[in-house]
C-alpha cells in the first residue's frame, strides 16, 4: 500500500514563506510524476505543481516564480517551498503521485493572513 504524507502546513502572513514535505512509502522515483494540488473552500482542486521521474516541472500559472518544488531521492521526499505567500493562496495542500494509479495524501492546510 502507497502512502503519502504530507507536513509543513501552517498560519503564516502574507508575504511569509512554508515549505511542505511530502514522504512516500516507496521511492519517489518509482512515480511517473508526483507533486501537489491545493483545495480553497468552495472550489475545485487544482494542480499546484509536478515533477516527472525525468525531473521535469511543471507550475500552475498563479505560482510560477513563487513555488518550487524539489526532490530528495534518498528521502523519498518531494518538497514544495511557497514564497510571497498571498490570502488567495489559502487551501488544502493534497500531495499526489501518479505510476499505473494515483494516490492521494491527505493533505495539510496552509492558511495565509492579509
Known amino acids: 500500500q502507497v502512502q503519502l504524507v504530507e507536513s509543513g502546513g501552517g498560519l503564516v502572513q502574507s508575504g511569509g514563506s512554508l515549505r511542505l514535505s511530502c514522504a512516500a512509502s516507496?521511492?519517489?522515483?518509482?512515480?511517473?510524476?508526483i507533486g501537489w494540488y491545493r483545495q480553497a473552500p468552495g472550489k475545485q482542486r487544482e494542480l499546484v505543481a509536478t515533477?516527472?521521474?525525468?525531473?521535469?516541472?511543471n507550475y500552475a500559472d498563479s505560482v510560477k516564480g513563487r513555488f518550487t518544488i524539489s526532490r530528495d531521492n534518498a528521502k523519498n521526499t518531494v518538497y514544495l517551498q511557497m514564497n510571497s505567500l498571498k490570502p488567495e493562496d489559502t487551501a488544502v495542500y493534497y500531495c499526489?503521485?501518479?505510476?499505473?494509479?494515483?494516490?492521494w495524501g491527505q493533505g495539510t492546510q496552509v492558511t495565509v493572513s492579509s
Open positions: 499526489y503521485a501518479a505510476s499505473s494509479l494515483g494516490y
Open positions: 515533477i516527472t521521474s525525468g525531473g521535469r516541472t
Open positions: 516507496i521511492s519517489t522515483l518509482s512515480f511517473d510524476r
